[in-house]
């Protein structure tokens, strides 16, 4: 009788042992794809800002060209300075991912860069000459093709941040997540306006 008790203790004990394996197994591997998942948020939000520093660095360029022409207005080309200052002021922390009023204010200053920028090229229409400027066709080249890479890396930051966020909502993960601080990511969202084009008047 003693022997049976001992055995059915050990089995107890075995089975114990076995589903404590099967958890911390488990949780290991969780807790390692969480980590996988943010750190492809962080790469893919590296591209994102190497587009929009790439943008930002055409910009002085572009001014200065339009700024040779003499009767340009004015305050569109300095609404585009303005507008690339704030960003430039803006800082960019690593926090930034985690904290919605940041981000929301980081797409912010780019949706007004973007504003700026699309009233200029609107008004450069009615300057053929600035149109047919060499310098000015390569820049404007350059700055729409990295808006539409700037479109291609938040489509998949957005996409990479809703398999991180489904991750850690989905149950038994969410218990890993909350333990150690895998907080939600913010999507890149479509900026009110932005698929009205810009009103210039002459």
Known sequence: MKNKGMMIGCAIGAV???????????????YNNMVSLDQSVIQSWSQVENQYQRRADLIPNLVN?????????????????????????????????NDPQAFAKFQSLQGELSGALSRLLVTVENYPQLKANENFLQLQAQLEGTENRISVERKKFNEVVQQ??????????????????????HYFKAIQGADTPPKVEF
């Open 164 to 185: 991180y966020n489904t991750t850690i909502k989905r149950f038994p993960a969410s218990l890993m997540a909350g333990m150690f601080g895998f907080g939600e990511k």
């Open 65 to 97: 060209t339009v700024k040779g022409y003499a009767d340009f207005e004015k305050e569109v080309l300095t609404k585009v300075t303005e507008a690339r200052s704030k960003v430039s002021q803006f800082n960019i922390t690593p926090e930034l991912l």
């Open 16 to 30: 114990v042992l076995l589903a404590v394996g099967i958890l911390v197994i488990w949780g290991i591997g969780s």
